[in-house]
């Protein structure tokens, strides 16, 4: 008798090991706030957010009044920061940059003619660039990080393109066009250190991506070599300079990496169990990565992972605020270093808006086996006590 109860807990124990082995994600609480949505009689559409480390949103939206306006939001509070019906502005750039602060960083067109980089807090602006003075006549989506430095890709007035960073009184040359290097940009991502990562479409040919502070340059990633075939525009980097992003493999499929041109951390691979392809992503300070995929059935949502552990955030076809989601989208500022992750939806009864997700992990594998053997092992001991 003793015998028997002795396999059972050991049998049971197996079992419980082999199913938390097979599960590819981890289930997670997911809190999500509704930051803003068109059923308002302010909003018409979005922009992907930015999102900083307190959990507010920056975004751009278009107004049921006419126009566009750019404004942050928690959920709670809402401050206005720029619109384009008063006198300065016509129009803004598609993704702002917020920053720790609550200030936001933007391009705008101006009502004067050109268009201009500017950070603002919806009480004081600061103009960074401008397209009509004697440097720059045209600018890329920027970022802006906790110094209030904003980091920015310009098209020169003297021919060609470059990547800048610049606080509106000193601007540090990161990299050039005209160099015998770099012979086109995509757009950028700076840290608080001063580091701007970015694309770069090579004079000698080849994709590459890179980090540089304007002195010293790493190479993250090239095509041409034994692993990357290309490399995607979307990136995003982080405080201690590891760049996230996606690329497209020699050996065939695409996959989500994280590399600080040292060392890489595969994050996610269409080639494994559970992604089919991959879409932009965020990356935060601890390597966790937020993103859009689609699985191997066919469900396109978003996720986070850190290489080992793959949380499902939303899905199309989950019920949000009440209705069917039938699209999701994020930007490279996404996700902050608590885990939350700030996107745009839209829904089937024709709502669309911006929300917070606040992940909470259930506990680890790990932990749970540990709680499960413990479970069975209490349980083993009982039968011993009653059996004596």
């Given at each position: 008798?003793?015998?028997?109860?002795?396999?059972?807990?050991?049998?049971?124990?197996?079992?419980?090991?082999?199913?938390?082995?097979?599960?590819?994600?981890?289930?997670?609480?997911?809190?999500?706030?509704?930051?803003?949505?068109?059923?308002?009689?302010?909003?018409?559409?979005?922009?992907?957010?930015?999102?900083?480390?307190?959990?507010t949103l920056?975004?751009?939206?278009?107004?049921?009044?006419?126009?566009?306006?750019?404004?942050t939001s928690?959920?709670?509070?809402?401050?206005?920061?720029?619109?384009?019906?008063?006198?300065?502005?016509?129009?803004?750039?598609?993704?702002?940059?917020?920053?720790?602060?609550?200030?936001?960083?933007?391009?705008?067109?101006?009502?004067?003619?050109?268009?201009?980089?500017?950070?603002?807090?919806?009480?004081?602006?600061?103009?960074?660039?401008?397209?009509?003075?004697?440097?720059?006549?045209?600018?890329?989506?920027?970022?802006?990080?906790?110094?209030?430095?904003?980091?920015?890709?310009?098209?020169?007035?003297?021919?060609?393109?470059?990547?800048?960073?610049?606080?509106?009184?000193?601007?540090?040359?990161?990299?050039?066009?005209?160099?015998?290097?770099?012979?086109?940009?995509?757009?950028?991502?700076?840290?608080?250190?001063?580091?701007?990562?970015?694309?770069?479409?090579?004079?000698?040919?080849?994709?590459?991506?890179?980090?540089?502070?304007?002195?010293?340059?790493?190479?993250?990633?090239?095509?041409?070599?034994?692993?990357?075939?290309?490399?995607?525009?979307?990136?995003?980097?982080?405080?201690?300079?590891?760049?996230?992003?996606?690329?497209?493999?020699?050996?065939?499929?695409?996959?989500?990496?994280?590399?600080?041109?040292?060392?890489?951390?595969?994050?996610?691979?269409?080639?494994?169990?559970?992604?089919?392809?991959?879409?932009?992503?965020?990356?935060?300070?601890?390597?966790?990565?937020?993103?859009?995929?689609?699985?191997?059935?066919?469900?396109?949502?978003?996720?986070?992972?850190?290489?080992?552990?793959?949380?499902?955030?939303?899905?199309?076809?989950?019920?949000?605020?009440?209705?069917?989601v039938t699209?999701?989208?994020?930007?490279?500022?996404?996700?902050?270093?608590?885990?939350?992750?700030?996107?745009?939806?839209?829904?089937?009864?024709?709502?669309?808006?911006?929300?917070?997700?606040?992940?909470?992990?259930?506990?680890?594998?790990?932990?749970?086996?540990?709680?499960?053997?413990?479970?069975?092992?209490?349980?083993?001991?009982?039968?011993?006590?009653?059996?004596?």
């Amino acid at each position: 008798m003793r015998k028997t109860n002795a396999f059972i807990p050991l049998f049971l124990l197996l079992g419980f090991a082999a199913l938390l082995a097979a599960a590819p994600t981890v289930r997670a609480q997911i809190t999500f706030t509704n930051i803003a949505d068109t059923s308002s009689p302010t909003y018409d559409g979005f922009g992907v957010p930015s999102l900083n480390t307190a959990g507010t949103l920056g975004f751009r939206a278009t107004l049921d009044a006419g126009g566009t306006g750019l404004f942050t939001s928690n959920g709670s509070a809402t401050a206005t920061i720029a619109l384009s019906s008063g006198p300065t502005y016509s129009s803004f750039g598609p993704v702002p940059s917020l920053n720790t602060a609550g200030t936001l960083g933007f391009m705008a067109n101006l009502d004067a003619g050109g268009e201009g980089l500017f950070t603002s807090n919806g009480t004081t602006t600061t103009s960074i660039a401008l397209g009509s003075g004697p440097s720059y006549s045209s600018f890329g989506n920027p970022s802006l990080n906790t110094a209030g430095t904003l980091g920015f890709k310009a098209n020169l007035d003297a021919g060609g393109t470059g990547l800048f960073t610049s606080n509106g009184v000193t601007d540090t040359p990161i990299a050039l066009a005209s160099s015998p290097t770099y012979a086109f940009f995509g757009d950028l991502s700076l840290n608080s250190g001063g580091t701007v990562g970015f694309f770069a479409q090579l004079d000698a040919g080849g994709q590459g991506l890179f980090t540089s502070n304007g002195t010293s340059t790493t190479t993250v990633a090239l095509t041409g070599g034994p692993t990357y075939s290309s490399v995607g525009t979307a990136l995003s980097l982080n405080v201690a300079g590891v760049l996230g992003f996606r690329a497209t493999l020699d050996a065939g499929g695409e996959g989500l990496f994280t590399s600080n041109g040292t060392t890489t951390t595969t994050i996610a691979l269409s080639s494994g169990p559970i992604f089919s392809s991959f879409g932009d992503l965020s990356l935060n300070a601890s390597g966790l990565v937020g993103f859009l995929g689609v699985t191997d059935l066919g469900e396109f949502g978003l996720y986070t992972s850190d290489g080992t552990t793959t949380t499902k955030v939303i899905q199309v076809g989950d019920v949000l605020f009440g209705a069917q989601v039938t699209n999701l989208n994020l930007g490279r500022e996404a996700l902050n270093d608590s885990g939350q992750l700030g996107f745009t939806y839209n829904l089937g009864d024709g709502r669309s808006g911006v929300a917070l997700a606040t992940v909470v992990p259930e506990p680890s594998s790990a932990l749970l086996l540990a709680l499960g053997a413990g479970a069975l092992v209490a349980r083993r001991r009982n039968c011993k006590r009653r059996n004596a």
